[in-house]
Protein backbone atom coordinates (compact mmCIF):
# COMPACT_ATOMS: atom_id res chain seq x y z
CA UNK A 1 0.00 0.00 0.00
CA UNK A 2 1.18 3.37 -1.06
CA UNK A 3 2.62 5.03 2.37
CA UNK A 4 0.05 7.29 4.05
CA UNK A 5 0.26 10.81 6.39
CA UNK A 6 -0.15 9.69 9.96
CA UNK A 7 -3.05 11.12 11.88
CA UNK A 8 -3.41 11.36 16.12
CA UNK A 9 -6.23 10.37 17.76
CA UNK A 10 -6.49 11.11 21.95
CA UNK A 11 -9.64 10.55 24.53
CA UNK A 12 -7.40 12.89 26.81
CA UNK A 13 -10.76 14.83 26.52
CA UNK A 14 -12.34 12.69 28.84
CA UNK A 15 -9.48 12.87 31.83
CA UNK A 16 -10.76 14.86 34.99
CA UNK A 17 -7.76 16.94 34.86
CA UNK A 18 -8.17 20.51 35.46
CA UNK A 19 -5.05 21.31 33.39
CA UNK A 20 -7.40 19.92 30.20
CA UNK A 21 -10.37 21.79 31.30
CA UNK A 22 -8.92 25.04 29.60
CA UNK A 23 -12.55 26.38 28.08
CA UNK A 24 -11.78 24.93 24.34
CA UNK A 25 -8.84 23.94 23.41
CA UNK A 26 -6.21 20.97 25.37
CA UNK A 27 -2.89 20.44 24.33
CA UNK A 28 -2.82 19.93 21.50
CA UNK A 29 -4.65 22.42 20.47
CA UNK A 30 -7.32 20.40 19.59
CA UNK A 31 -10.75 22.08 20.11
CA UNK A 32 -14.00 21.10 20.95
CA UNK A 33 -17.99 21.38 20.01
CA UNK A 34 -20.56 19.38 21.97
CA UNK A 35 -23.17 17.69 20.73
CA UNK A 36 -26.02 16.72 23.00
CA UNK A 37 -28.07 13.85 21.23
CA UNK A 38 -31.87 12.46 22.75
CA UNK A 39 -30.80 10.09 25.19
CA UNK A 40 -29.79 10.06 28.39
CA UNK A 41 -26.48 12.18 29.63
CA UNK A 42 -23.28 10.63 30.14
CA UNK A 43 -22.40 11.06 33.82
CA UNK A 44 -19.42 12.87 32.15
CA UNK A 45 -21.23 15.55 30.68
CA UNK A 46 -20.64 18.10 32.28
CA UNK A 47 -17.05 17.93 32.08
CA UNK A 48 -17.34 17.90 27.99
CA UNK A 49 -19.34 21.13 28.10
CA UNK A 50 -17.12 23.30 30.01
CA UNK A 51 -14.44 22.26 27.60
CA UNK A 52 -16.54 22.69 24.50
CA UNK A 53 -16.68 26.04 22.49
CA UNK A 54 -19.66 25.70 21.01
CA UNK A 55 -22.80 23.65 22.73
CA UNK A 56 -25.55 22.02 19.90
CA UNK A 57 -28.49 20.11 21.33
CA UNK A 58 -30.26 18.24 18.29
CA UNK A 59 -33.83 18.53 18.90
CA UNK A 60 -34.76 16.65 21.92
CA UNK A 61 -31.15 16.57 23.62
CA UNK A 62 -32.66 20.17 24.93
CA UNK A 63 -34.74 18.27 27.05
CA UNK A 64 -31.59 16.08 28.42
CA UNK A 65 -29.92 19.15 29.49
CA UNK A 66 -33.02 20.56 31.13
CA UNK A 67 -33.97 17.60 33.09
CA UNK A 68 -30.18 15.82 33.18
CA UNK A 69 -27.70 18.51 33.94
CA UNK A 70 -29.56 19.23 37.52
CA UNK A 71 -29.95 15.00 38.33
CA UNK A 72 -26.04 15.38 38.02
CA UNK A 73 -26.02 17.93 40.46
CA UNK A 74 -27.88 16.76 43.48
CA UNK A 75 -27.58 19.05 46.27
CA UNK A 76 -28.02 22.67 44.14
CA UNK A 77 -30.86 24.64 43.04
CA UNK A 78 -32.00 23.27 39.68
CA UNK A 79 -32.53 26.43 37.99
CA UNK A 80 -29.20 27.75 38.53
CA UNK A 81 -27.66 24.65 37.74
CA UNK A 82 -29.92 25.18 34.12
CA UNK A 83 -28.32 28.61 33.88
CA UNK A 84 -24.71 27.44 33.96
CA UNK A 85 -25.48 24.96 31.13
CA UNK A 86 -27.55 26.96 28.62
CA UNK A 87 -27.17 25.47 25.06
CA UNK A 88 -25.96 27.84 21.92
CA UNK A 89 -28.54 26.17 19.75
CA UNK A 90 -31.00 24.02 19.36
CA UNK A 91 -31.46 22.68 15.69
CA UNK A 92 -33.41 19.39 14.09
CA UNK A 93 -37.00 19.17 13.01
CA UNK A 94 -38.17 20.12 16.75
CA UNK A 95 -40.88 17.32 17.28
CA UNK A 96 -39.24 16.24 20.33
CA UNK A 97 -37.92 19.44 21.88
CA UNK A 98 -40.93 20.30 24.55
CA UNK A 99 -42.66 23.38 24.07
CA UNK A 100 -41.65 24.87 27.51
CA UNK A 101 -38.34 23.63 27.10
CA UNK A 102 -38.21 25.37 23.98
CA UNK A 103 -39.40 28.65 25.51
CA UNK A 104 -37.35 28.49 28.33
CA UNK A 105 -33.87 28.22 26.28
CA UNK A 106 -35.37 30.99 23.72
CA UNK A 107 -35.86 32.95 26.35
CA UNK A 108 -32.07 33.03 27.66
CA UNK A 109 -30.70 33.65 24.15
CA UNK A 110 -30.50 29.62 22.84
CA UNK A 111 -30.43 29.87 19.36
CA UNK A 112 -33.33 27.68 17.95
CA UNK A 113 -33.17 26.45 14.00
CA UNK A 114 -36.60 24.85 12.57
CA UNK A 115 -35.81 22.30 9.82
CA UNK A 116 -38.68 20.73 9.87
CA UNK A 117 -38.84 20.90 6.59
CA UNK A 118 -36.31 18.26 5.86
CA UNK A 119 -37.38 15.07 6.95
CA UNK A 120 -34.58 13.16 4.68
CA UNK A 121 -31.49 13.82 6.69
CA UNK A 122 -31.27 13.36 10.87
CA UNK A 123 -31.17 16.00 13.51
CA UNK A 124 -27.11 14.78 14.30
CA UNK A 125 -26.68 15.12 10.53
CA UNK A 126 -28.73 18.86 10.81
CA UNK A 127 -26.33 19.44 13.43
CA UNK A 128 -22.93 18.57 12.22
CA UNK A 129 -23.51 20.41 9.07
CA UNK A 130 -24.65 23.54 11.35
CA UNK A 131 -21.55 23.10 12.89
CA UNK A 132 -19.01 22.44 9.78
CA UNK A 133 -21.20 25.23 7.79
CA UNK A 134 -20.78 28.49 10.87
CA UNK A 135 -18.37 30.51 10.49
CA UNK A 136 -18.40 31.63 13.37
CA UNK A 137 -17.06 28.84 15.20
CA UNK A 138 -13.46 29.35 15.95
CA UNK A 139 -10.76 26.51 15.25
CA UNK A 140 -13.09 24.69 12.61
CA UNK A 141 -9.62 23.02 11.30
CA UNK A 142 -8.69 21.34 14.77
CA UNK A 143 -12.55 21.02 15.98
CA UNK A 144 -13.29 17.87 17.23
CA UNK A 145 -17.23 17.24 17.70
CA UNK A 146 -18.49 14.94 20.40
CA UNK A 147 -21.56 13.52 20.29
CA UNK A 148 -23.27 12.50 23.65
CA UNK A 149 -25.87 9.72 23.42
CA UNK A 150 -25.33 7.94 20.44
CA UNK A 151 -24.62 4.91 21.00
CA UNK A 152 -26.81 2.13 22.90
CA UNK A 153 -30.35 3.54 21.82
CA UNK A 154 -32.83 2.25 19.10
CA UNK A 155 -30.55 0.30 16.44
CA UNK A 156 -31.62 2.91 13.23
CA UNK A 157 -30.61 5.76 15.27
CA UNK A 158 -27.12 4.38 15.94
CA UNK A 159 -26.99 3.07 12.39
CA UNK A 160 -27.80 6.77 11.44
CA UNK A 161 -25.49 8.35 13.66
CA UNK A 162 -22.64 5.65 12.07
CA UNK A 163 -23.68 6.84 8.48
CA UNK A 164 -22.83 10.09 9.80
CA UNK A 165 -19.27 9.94 10.41
CA UNK A 166 -18.95 8.35 6.60
CA UNK A 167 -20.92 11.23 5.82
CA UNK A 168 -18.32 13.54 7.02
CA UNK A 169 -15.09 11.59 6.35
CA UNK A 170 -13.18 14.92 6.78
CA UNK A 171 -14.31 16.00 10.11
CA UNK A 172 -13.29 14.69 13.27
CA UNK A 173 -16.81 13.32 14.81
CA UNK A 174 -16.79 10.78 17.88
CA UNK A 175 -20.09 9.23 19.15
CA UNK A 176 -20.20 8.77 22.96
CA UNK A 177 -22.21 7.13 25.26
CA UNK A 178 -21.27 6.05 29.22
CA UNK A 179 -20.22 2.66 27.72
CA UNK A 180 -17.95 3.22 24.70
CA UNK A 181 -17.36 5.69 22.29
CA UNK A 182 -16.11 4.99 18.22
CA UNK A 183 -14.59 7.18 15.52
CA UNK A 184 -14.19 6.68 11.83
CA UNK A 185 -10.40 6.21 10.82
CA UNK A 186 -10.40 7.44 6.88
CA UNK A 187 -8.31 5.43 4.63
CA UNK A 188 -6.36 7.90 3.56
CA UNK A 189 -4.30 7.93 6.52
CA UNK A 190 -2.31 5.94 8.92
CA UNK A 191 -3.71 6.22 12.25
CA UNK A 192 -1.68 6.51 15.81
CA UNK A 193 -4.82 6.37 18.84
CA UNK A 194 -3.07 6.72 22.13
CA UNK A 195 -4.40 5.06 24.81
CA UNK A 196 -6.06 6.39 27.88
CA UNK A 197 -6.09 3.53 30.13
CA UNK A 198 -7.17 5.34 33.10
CA UNK A 199 -10.33 6.06 30.94
CA UNK A 200 -10.55 3.67 27.81
CA UNK A 201 -9.86 0.04 27.23
CA UNK A 202 -9.02 -2.41 27.09
CA UNK A 203 -11.73 -3.87 25.08
CA UNK A 204 -11.84 -2.58 21.27
CA UNK A 205 -12.89 -3.34 18.15
CA UNK A 206 -12.15 -2.27 14.09
CA UNK A 207 -15.16 -2.73 11.55
CA UNK A 208 -15.56 -2.43 8.15
CA UNK A 209 -18.87 -0.79 8.23
CA UNK A 210 -18.99 0.96 5.22
CA UNK A 211 -17.41 -1.40 2.74
CA UNK A 212 -15.09 -4.11 2.99
CA UNK A 213 -11.07 -4.35 3.64
CA UNK A 214 -8.90 -6.19 1.14
CA UNK A 215 -5.94 -4.99 3.70
CA UNK A 216 -5.90 -3.86 7.28
CA UNK A 217 -2.52 -3.88 9.53
CA UNK A 218 -2.55 -2.84 13.14
CA UNK A 219 0.09 -2.97 16.32
CA UNK A 220 -0.78 -2.67 20.27
CA UNK A 221 -3.69 -5.18 19.84
CA UNK A 222 -3.95 -8.65 21.41
CA UNK A 223 -5.49 -9.83 18.09
CA UNK A 224 -3.40 -7.82 15.47
CA UNK A 225 -4.15 -7.68 11.70
CA UNK A 226 -1.18 -8.47 9.45
CA UNK A 227 -2.29 -7.37 5.94
CA UNK A 228 -5.35 -9.08 6.19
CA UNK A 229 -9.18 -9.22 4.76
CA UNK A 230 -12.35 -7.80 6.82
CA UNK A 231 -15.95 -8.17 5.75
CA UNK A 232 -19.39 -8.40 7.13
CA UNK A 233 -19.77 -12.56 6.22
CA UNK A 234 -16.14 -12.82 6.64
CA UNK A 235 -13.26 -11.36 9.50
CA UNK A 236 -14.32 -8.18 11.72
CA UNK A 237 -12.47 -7.09 14.72
CA UNK A 238 -14.69 -7.51 17.52
CA UNK A 239 -13.91 -8.09 20.99
CA UNK A 240 -10.25 -7.64 21.05
CA UNK A 241 -7.98 -6.35 23.81
CA UNK A 242 -5.39 -3.48 23.63
CA UNK A 243 -2.07 -5.12 24.86
CA UNK A 244 -1.26 -4.15 28.33
CA UNK A 245 2.21 -2.40 27.41
CA UNK A 246 0.54 -0.58 24.35
CA UNK A 247 0.10 3.18 24.53
CA UNK A 248 -0.50 3.60 20.92
CA UNK A 249 -2.29 1.59 18.54
CA UNK A 250 -1.79 1.89 14.82
CA UNK A 251 -4.14 1.01 12.07
CA UNK A 252 -3.53 1.02 8.66
CA UNK A 253 -6.44 0.01 5.86
CA UNK A 254 -7.28 0.34 2.41
CA UNK A 255 -11.02 1.24 3.43
CA UNK A 256 -12.65 3.55 5.67
CA UNK A 257 -12.93 1.78 9.29
CA UNK A 258 -15.11 1.79 12.60
CA UNK A 259 -12.56 1.86 15.37
CA UNK A 260 -14.34 1.62 19.21
CA UNK A 261 -12.68 0.91 22.56
CA UNK A 262 -15.02 0.80 26.40
CA UNK A 263 -14.72 3.25 28.45
CA UNK A 264 -14.04 2.50 32.13
CA UNK A 265 -16.77 3.41 34.90
CA UNK A 266 -14.83 4.71 37.54
CA UNK A 267 -13.81 7.70 35.36
N1 LIG B 1 -32.41 5.78 21.00
C1 LIG B 1 -31.43 6.47 20.38
N2 LIG B 1 -30.25 5.87 20.07
C2 LIG B 1 -29.28 6.55 19.43
N3 LIG B 1 -29.38 7.85 19.05
C3 LIG B 1 -30.53 8.48 19.32
C4 LIG B 1 -31.60 7.83 19.99
N4 LIG B 1 -32.63 8.71 20.13
C5 LIG B 1 -32.22 9.84 19.56
N5 LIG B 1 -30.96 9.73 19.06
C6 LIG B 1 -30.17 10.77 18.36
O1 LIG B 1 -30.63 12.03 18.82
C7 LIG B 1 -31.08 12.84 17.69
C8 LIG B 1 -32.29 13.63 18.15
O2 LIG B 1 -33.26 12.72 18.64
P1 LIG B 1 -34.82 12.98 18.49
O3 LIG B 1 -35.57 11.93 19.26
O4 LIG B 1 -35.07 14.40 18.81
O5 LIG B 1 -34.95 12.71 16.91
P2 LIG B 1 -36.20 12.40 16.00
O6 LIG B 1 -35.82 12.78 14.62
O7 LIG B 1 -37.42 13.00 16.59
O8 LIG B 1 -36.29 10.83 16.05
P3 LIG B 1 -37.46 9.88 15.55
O9 LIG B 1 -38.54 10.76 15.01
O10 LIG B 1 -36.81 9.00 14.53
O11 LIG B 1 -37.81 9.09 16.79
C9 LIG B 1 -31.35 11.83 16.57
O12 LIG B 1 -31.12 12.40 15.30
C10 LIG B 1 -30.32 10.75 16.86
O13 LIG B 1 -29.06 11.13 16.30
C1 LIG C 1 -35.62 6.20 2.50
C2 LIG C 1 -36.05 6.99 3.70
N1 LIG C 1 -36.19 6.32 4.87
C3 LIG C 1 -36.56 6.99 5.98
C4 LIG C 1 -36.82 8.35 5.93
C5 LIG C 1 -37.32 9.04 7.16
N2 LIG C 1 -36.39 9.92 7.78
C6 LIG C 1 -35.06 9.87 7.59
S1 LIG C 1 -34.26 11.08 8.46
C7 LIG C 1 -35.71 11.65 9.11
C8 LIG C 1 -35.73 12.83 10.02
C9 LIG C 1 -35.69 12.40 11.45
O1 LIG C 1 -35.61 13.57 12.24
C10 LIG C 1 -36.79 10.92 8.65
C11 LIG C 1 -38.21 11.13 9.05
C12 LIG C 1 -36.63 9.00 4.68
N3 LIG C 1 -36.82 10.36 4.54
N4 LIG C 1 -36.22 8.31 3.58
Not at 74 to 88: A, L
Not at 110 to 119: A, F, G, K, L, M
Not at 162 to 174: D, E, Q, S, T
Amino acid sequence: MAPRPAMSHSSAFLLPSPSAAAAGADADGAAYALLVLNQRLPRFAPRLWDRAQVRVCADGGANRVFDGMPELFPGQDPDEVRRRYKPDVIKGDLDSVRPEVKEYYSNMGTQIVDESHDQDTTDLHKCVAFITENSAIPNKSNLCILALGALGGRFDHEMGNINVLHLFPNNRIILLSDDCLIFLLPRTHTHNIHIERSIEGPHCGLIPIGAPSATTTTTGLQWNLDNTSMSFGGLISTSNIVREESTVVTITSDSDLIWTISLRHHS
